[in-house]
């Protein structure tokens, strides 16, 4: 059974950083991809970046340049290091994989994904 526990997120100020982890079990595929997603309040959920097995990225053009995404395969970690937040990144944060290697066609689609983690809130003051 596939499990995704997200982590780290916080309250922070405008300019802050949050790193945000994301713990993988059961999640045993070769090929892959795993992504970050969000969803603020009245708001669609939308992905934020991605990254395949092979460690390709693709990221949202509303973060490119301050948010990276990384994972480290021995211990099934997948993370988010966000840095020069801004209150529109006031979101809940969600973990979510799939046994697919498109990341950059399909890799910030919600429909791409199968297994999703619960989320963590993340909240920006100005």
């Known amino acids: 059974q596939v499990q995704l526990v997200e982590s780290g997120g916080g309250s922070v100020q405008a300019g802050g950083s949050l790193r945000l982890s994301c713990a993988a079990s059961?999640?045993?595929?070769?090929?892959?991809?795993m992504g970050w997603f969000r969803q603020a309040p009245g708001k669609e959920r939308e992905g934020v970046a991605a990254?395949?097995?092979?460690?390709?990225?693709n990221y949202a053009d509303s973060v490119k340049g301050r948010f990276t995404i990384s994972q480290e395969n021995a211990k099934n970690i997948l993370y988010l290091q966000m840095n020069s937040l801004k209150p529109e990144d006031t979101a809940m944060y969600y973990c979510?994989?799939?046994?697919?290697?498109?990341?950059?066609?399909?890799?910030?689609?919600?429909?791409?994904?199968?297994?999703w983690g619960q989320g963590t809130q993340v909240t920006v003051s100005s």
């Open positions: 979510a994989a799939d046994p697919f290697s498109s990341v950059l066609l399909s890799g910030l689609r919600l429909s791409s994904y199968n297994y």
């Open positions: 059961g999640f045993t595929y070769s090929r892959y991809c």
């Open positions: 990254i395949d097995s092979s460690g390709r990225t």
